[in-house]
């Protein structure tokens, strides 16, 4: 069944909320975000800044040691312009050329859903001839942590959160660790495109449209938010420092290896070792993250002989 949410109350943090919507395994969810400082389709002012969240929407049959699992079929901008920072964050350039950098400003992009590419819509002289290709995901979106905690949506941790990673695509299938009953899923945070790292702070930040589909899986513990595309699949950790999220992906991706696919731990450890892909998602917020992947042509050799 498909299910209309036209979100009128955010969340700046994600956690327990009442929830706004009542789903169950199989739906399909139609609805809305608005961008990270809370401008809407309109560009109005409707909720407060800071990554506000539509949601939480509660899935029946969730309850804590399932897993969730989120497809969404599509992540479109609903408004033609979107607003990036202008400047490097200070912690991704060296620490004596944190003085040089400029301050640190708001541009405007426009945004055209038509011909499917981005562009300053000012541009200095230098960016005159600039124009990127759309590449819109969710920088934010994940399920209520446990202990009744509600955490900023500025950061992420085991629950998903504020990962910023450019792969979560419409058609990417993702899954959640469920800490509370419902699973409580949250999403917001918009970027019509980004690179990797998130290095300025923000990616080009826009409101969108949004549909996609919640399944539970009963009784499948699994520890960190993890993925798959048409050629991957991936563990995502987000931890401060970049090490420890590093750590937890890759300890992630070496449990599913040996859940799914019977592997020892030696045997894992092979695989990993010479196949392994990491991307730097996110190196600006309270918590980094680092996504592990694995080819799925690898994988492909394993099921094989299964």
């Given at each position: 069944?498909?299910?209309?949410?036209?979100?009128?109350?955010?969340?700046?943090?994600?956690?327990?909320?009442?929830?706004?919507?009542?789903?169950?395994?199989?739906?399909?969810?139609?609805?809305?975000?608005?961008?990270?400082?809370?401008?809407?389709?309109?560009?109005?002012?409707?909720?407060?800044?800071?990554?506000?969240?539509?949601?939480?929407?509660?899935?029946?049959?969730?309850?804590?040691?399932?897993?969730?699992?989120?497809?969404?079929?599509?992540?479109?901008?609903?408004?033609?312009?979107?607003?990036?920072?202008?400047?490097?964050?200070?912690?991704?350039?060296?620490?004596e050329a944190v003085q040089a950098l400029p301050r640190s400003e708001i541009v405007r992009w426009?945004?055209?859903?038509?011909?499917?590419?981005?562009?300053?819509?000012?541009?200095?002289?230098?960016?005159?001839?600039?124009?990127?290709?759309?590449?819109?995901?969710?920088?934010?979106?994940?399920?209520?942590?446990?202990?009744?905690?509600?955490?900023?949506?500025?950061?992420?941790?085991?629950?998903?959160?504020?990962?910023?990673?450019?792969?979560?695509?419409?058609?990417?299938?993702?899954?959640?660790?469920?800490?509370?009953?419902?699973?409580?899923?949250?999403?917001?945070?918009?970027?019509?495109?980004?690179?990797?790292?998130?290095?300025?702070?923000?990616?080009?930040?826009?409101?969108?449209?949004?549909?996609?589909?919640?399944?539970?899986?009963?009784?499948?513990?699994?520890?960190?938010?993890?993925?798959?595309?048409?050629?991957?699949?991936?563990?995502?950790?987000?931890?401060?420092?970049?090490?420890q999220a590093l750590q937890h992906a890759t300890t992630e991706m070496a449990l599913w290896l040996?859940?799914?696919?019977?592997?020892?731990?030696?045997?894992?450890?092979?695989?990993?070792?010479?196949?392994?892909?990491?991307?730097?998602a996110n190196v600006y917020n309270p918590a980094y993250s680092v996504v592990c992947k694995v080819?799925?042509?690898?994988?492909?050799?394993?099921?094989?002989?299964?």
């Amino acid at each position: 069944m498909t299910v209309v949410l036209h979100p009128s109350v955010y969340f700046n943090t994600i956690g327990s909320h009442e929830p706004q919507l009542k789903v169950r395994d199989g739906d399909t969810i139609e609805t809305s975000t608005v961008d990270a400082r809370g401008w809407d389709r309109d560009g109005a002012q409707a909720a407060e800044r800071g990554n506000p969240m539509t949601g939480p929407i509660y899935v029946e049959s969730a309850a804590p040691g399932d897993t969730l699992e989120v497809v969404f079929d599509w992540i479109r901008p609903n408004r033609p312009w979107g607003w990036t920072s202008n400047v490097l964050a200070p912690n991704v350039v060296d620490p004596e050329a944190v003085q040089a950098l400029p301050r640190s400003e708001i541009v405007r992009w426009t945004v055209d859903t038509d011909a499917g590419a981005a562009y300053p819509e000012q541009p200095t002289y230098g960016l005159s001839r600039l124009k990127l290709p759309l590449r819109p995901f969710l920088g934010c979106f994940g399920v209520a942590p446990a202990r009744g905690q509600a955490i900023s949506t500025a950061t992420s941790g085991p629950y998903g959160g504020n990962m910023d990673y450019r792969g979560f695509t419409a058609g990417v299938r993702v899954l959640f660790p469920v800490q509370v009953e419902g699973a409580l899923l949250h999403l917001g945070d918009g970027h019509a495109l980004q690179g990797d790292g998130e290095i300025v702070g923000t990616g080009i930040e826009i409101s969108m449209d949004v549909r996609f589909t919640v399944r539970v899986h009963k009784g499948r513990k699994i520890g960190w938010p993890r993925g798959e595309t048409d050629s991957h699949l991936f563990c995502v950790g987000n931890a401060r420092p970049l090490d420890q999220a590093l750590q937890h992906a890759t300890t992630e991706m070496a449990l599913w290896l040996q859940q799914d696919y019977g592997l020892t731990v030696e045997e894992a450890s092979q695989l990993l070792g010479q196949t392994v892909e990491y991307e730097i998602a996110n190196v600006y917020n309270p918590a980094y993250s680092v996504v592990c992947k694995v080819p799925k042509s690898v994988l492909a050799l394993l099921e094989e002989q299964l």
